[in-house]
């Protein structure tokens, strides 16, 4: 067993171990840190692979990004000590039994199946993506490019409507149209009891 | 077993932990980061396949960088939904919000 192997083994079971702990921790701020680790792993598994673009864009945008901003919206939105609401036991149960089911299937379809692997390696240049990335022709993602750039553009916009606090008015509140973040009929109490 | 098996078997793994979360979290925000593993086994997915069986085209990476791009965005629409869901129901319990519901 030579060292790439092993230090293979150990970055799967990095990531697997901290995954778990992430669905399966009590307080949610734990649970992100636990995921901002087993992102880490994962971009150590495209380091492993020898894809530094990939790892670089993994790093930057799900460590630096996403996991920021979903420690944000825990901050926003909790009490960060507090454990989140409790899943009955059978419910847990049910969802183990399906997940280990559907791994094992989904494991011994492609442990039976033969891959036959290329013998070229691969050139994992990054001048080959940029290049690629701005092509118009045949193996080109101009396109997709230029659509993703509007998705971002559109749902930065999105973000900042859906999530902006509307303005209220002092004098005549009675006179405010009806907002979309505060409907007027709203039930202030959660019905309890109907899915417990 | 060669390495793109053994990868595939990492990347099943963190798909299927994905939607064990998926299933028993109550909390929206959890329920996100759930959902962020399983996104994350489908891109090492493509990635190992381009790179073990196709190393001559860049298709695999390229999905794999489109689909980060679009967690990004579809986390911060989902953060900005969270946000104003709190604001008016002060929880993020996914069984209080039913004000679709009457």
Redesign the interface.
Known sequence: MDTSKII?YLL?GF??GM??L??TEKK?FR??IW?LF??IG?AG??FW?A?E??AA??II??VG??VV??I???F???QAEDD??K?GLS??I???L???S??AF??QL??NND????A?????DVA??GT??LETGT?G?LL?FEA?SM??LA??V???V??I?PEKSEKNDSENPPSF???PT??PE??EG??? | MNYLQEILVISTALFFIGIYGLLTRRNIIAILMSVELMLNSVNINFVAFNKYLYPNSLDGIFFAIFIITIAAAEVALAIAIVINLYRNHDSVDIDSTTLLKY
């Open positions: 293979f799967g990531i697997l995954a778990l992430a669905v949610i649970s992100a995921l087993a992102l994962i598994l495209y692979m894809l673009f990939i864009v993994q945008v799900y990004g996403i901003l979903i944000f919206s825990v926003l939105t909790h989140m609401p899943t419910r847990k049910a969802a183990g399906a997940v280990i559907g791994a989904t494991i492609f442990l891959f036959n692997l290329s070229i390696p691969f050139d994992s080959r993506i690629a990335m193996g993602y997709p993703v998705l971002l749902a930065m999105g973000c900042i859906i999530a606090r973040s505060n409907p709203r039930n959660p019905v109907i899915l417990n």
